[in-house]
């Protein structure tokens, strides 16, 4: 049986390459591929610029003719081409951990709600809830972001290298924030592709299920088959 190989389609910033990041050693456990979208910088991705919608398909075309048996992204934000990315080819495609939001808030009890923590919280909008197939209308989704902390301008940077403690210290303090003004959030979901290397931090602070793009990954590997027909 072939083996399982992940798609992802990477912003033209570069990667963090550091262990527990997207693109480090050791985070998955099966065969990634790895694609760089051109023209799909972090500040026109997360500022919602429709015009690399392309870039994204024409990417995810040769990533499965490449092979690849389900696509991500390393950003959130990139939900925005969701629908044209899963229209464009025939494996599963899941570019933001938005997608677990509904699923997620079905597994708390009543009167629990779902967090969320991401990269820039004045930047995360009302259509990256509808695309992700929910909006603010039929549940209390509280949202809070690292922006104007010190990972959040390094992020931003063409080549990144976000010192690791800094930015799960960054992470904690914006998972405190929230907690405090929302005590009624009983799991967050991180959009931040970046921030799973603070998950295992904010989980035994928090004492709450939490949610990340590696989570998704993961379940999307499971349930994609061994090979792609093309």
Request: charge should be neutral.
């Amino acid at each position: 049986m072939a083996e399982k190989t992940l798609g992802i389609l990477e912003l033209e910033n570069e990667p963090i390459t550091r262990p527990g990041f997207l693109a480090g050693p050791g985070t998955f456990q099966f065969r990634v591929k790895r694609i760089k979208v051109v023209g799909a910088t972090t500040q026109r991705v997360t500022s919602g610029d429709r015009s690399v919608t392309s870039n994204y398909v024409e990417c995810a075309r040769k990533l499965e003719n490449q092979g690849v048996t389900a696509i991500i992204a390393n950003c959130g934000f990139a939900h925005l081409y969701q629908a044209e990315v899963a229209a464009a080819v025939s494996v599963p495609v899941a570019l933001s951990s938005l997608l677990l939001v509904p699923f997620v808030a079905k597994t708390l009890p009543r009167g629990g709600n779902v967090g969320i923590v991401t990269y820039d919280a004045n930047k995360l909008r009302e259509d990256h809830f509808v695309a992700a197939g929910w909006s603010s209308a039929e549940r209390h989704v509280p949202v809070v972001g690292i922006e104007g902390s010190k990972s959040w301008h390094r992020l931003s940077q063409t080549a990144p290298d976000a010192e690791p403690a800094e930015l799960v210290e960054d992470v904690l303090i914006a998972a405190r924030r929230l907690l405090k003004s929302e005590p009624e959030v009983a799991a967050l979901v991180f959009e931040c592709t970046a921030f799973p290397i603070a998950a295992e931090a904010v989980r035994r602070e928090t004492g709450l299920p939490v949610v990340d793009c590696t989570v998704l990954a993961k379940m999307l590997i499971e349930v994609s088959p061994s090979h792609n027909n093309r």
